[in-house]
């Protein structure tokens, strides 16, 4: 149980285009979902809180126009990185946690590598 | 606010050998304890975790960690380490229903 996936797992795409990114929970319900970014040899970094029906919270320094998050159902998140460019290069993973489970605890994607070129 | 500190970012070691993983936090109210593990290209997994109760907490893959409050640490062990263990490891703290807060990540080789 607690199973989450992403999709896709890779994606490349040129600079200046959007690029969306899927999280689902497959067996539970999330009623918070959690986004993350992760540079080579570094930890993670959150970069925004979102709740189901609700605008996504954003951490310090996280371009709310850039990373568009959506939270639209309690199995489905997704982040839209915009007008990509090379620095937005990155392991995207996402978490979410059951509504009807121990809330302290995070289930994670297995992640989502993009490339700008 | 919380912060975790894995004082290192590389341990080598060879197979068969015990290994210990260190973590240390700081928070000024009671906390939540995980340790993950990432293998290469993939997302994370959980290794144990400690909420409340016994001090001695047992996770998967043969790994456990011992919370202890005076000395604020969550340092992960195990007896005897394999190939498949190589991976990186990352201790994280929450406090309540807050966020995560992770460190930065321990990569442990295992060399035959």
């Known amino acids: 149980g607690a199973v989450v996936s992403q999709h896709p797992s890779w994606v490349i795409c040129k600079s200046g285009t959007s690029v969306k990114i899927e999280c689902r929970s497959l067996d539970f319900q999330a009623t918070t979902m959690f986004w993350y970014r992760q540079f080579p040899k570094q930890s993670l970094m959150l970069m925004a809180t979102?709740?189901?029906?609700?605008?996504?919270?954003?951490e310090q320094g996280v371009e709310k126009d850039k990373f568009l998050i959506n939270h639209a159902s309690l199995t489905l998140s997704t982040l839209t990185v915009t007008s990509a460019h090379p620095e937005d290069s990155s392991f995207y993973i996402c978490?979410?946690?059951?509504?009807?489970?121990?809330?302290?605890?995070?289930?994670f994607g297995p992640g989502t590598r993009l490339t700008v070129t | 606010a919380q912060s975790v500190t894995q004082l290192d970012s590389q341990v080598p070691v060879f197979e068969e050998a015990p290994v210990e993983l260190r973590c240390n936090y700081s928070?000024?109210?009671?906390?939540?304890l995980f340790w993950y593990v990432q293998y290469p290209n993939q997302g994370l997994q959980l290794l144990l975790k400690?909420?409340?109760?016994?001090?001695l907490v047992k996770g998967i893959n043969g790994f456990e960690a011992e919370f202890n409050k005076s000395q604020t640490s969550f340092h992960l062990r195990k007896p005897s380490v394999h190939i498949s263990d190589t991976a990186e490891y990352f201790c994280?703290?929450?406090?309540?229903?807050?966020?995560?807060?992770f460190g930065k990540g321990t990569m442990l080789l295992v060399s035959p």
């Open positions: 928070s000024s109210v009671s906390v939540y």
């Open positions: 979102s709740n189901e029906g609700s605008k996504a919270t954003y």
């Open positions: 400690y909420l409340s109760g016994s001090t």
């Open positions: 994280a703290v929450s406090e309540g229903y807050s966020t995560l807060t």
């Open positions: 978490s979410a946690r059951d509504g009807g489970q121990e809330i302290y605890e995070q289930y």
